[in-house]
């Protein structure tokens, strides 16, 4: 499984999550699991780093995302953009990866993609831009 397949289902396990607060991390990446071809242990190990980083970072995700959607709440924006650009942030400001702005926004661009609305990409390009030229 590679990297993309590993953040895939981070996205739709933090969208499910995201939607359903009551549900359990472990029950939901299982659902999100069992419904994709099974991932190998590294990329379990990976997308449930991602998963954990993010919901442990959120407060503060969410801030950013605040400062720089502009004319968008972060409760009001697309439910799997949220998700997606919350991943993303994660990536780009907290995880000690330490990959490149470029790759972290065209994951999230092509994550939109697969995921999102015929306009996710370009939002969530313009958001995560904002965000790194604060840097």
């Known amino acids: 499984m590679s990297r993309r397949e590993s ?3 981070a996205v739709q396990t933090l969208f499910a ?3 359903n607060s009551e549900s359990t991390l472990d029950d ?3 659902t999100v699991e069992s419904e994709r071809e099974k ?3 590294k990329s379990r190990e990976y997308s449930l780093s991602l998963i954990e980083g993010t919901k442990f970072h959120l407060t ?3 801030e950013l995302l605040a400062k720089f959607s502009s004319g968008w709440k972060v409760k009001r924006m697309a ?5 997606i650009l919350r991943l993303a942030v994660y990536e780009l400001k907290f995880s000690e990866e330490g990959l490149s702005p470029g790759i972290v926004i065209n994951e999230a661009v092509e994550l939109a993609k697969i995921f999102g609305t015929d306009e996710s990409a370009r939002f969530i390009n313009g958001v995560l831009s904002g965000i790194i030229k604060t840097d």
Request: charged letters at 35%.
């Open 7 to 9: 953040r895939e289902a």
């Open 17 to 19: 999550m995201d939607l």
């Open 28 to 30: 939901m990446f299982l």
């Open 39 to 41: 991932l190998s242990a």
């Open 60 to 62: 503060e995700i969410d």
């Open 79 to 83: 439910a799997v953009d949220r998700a």
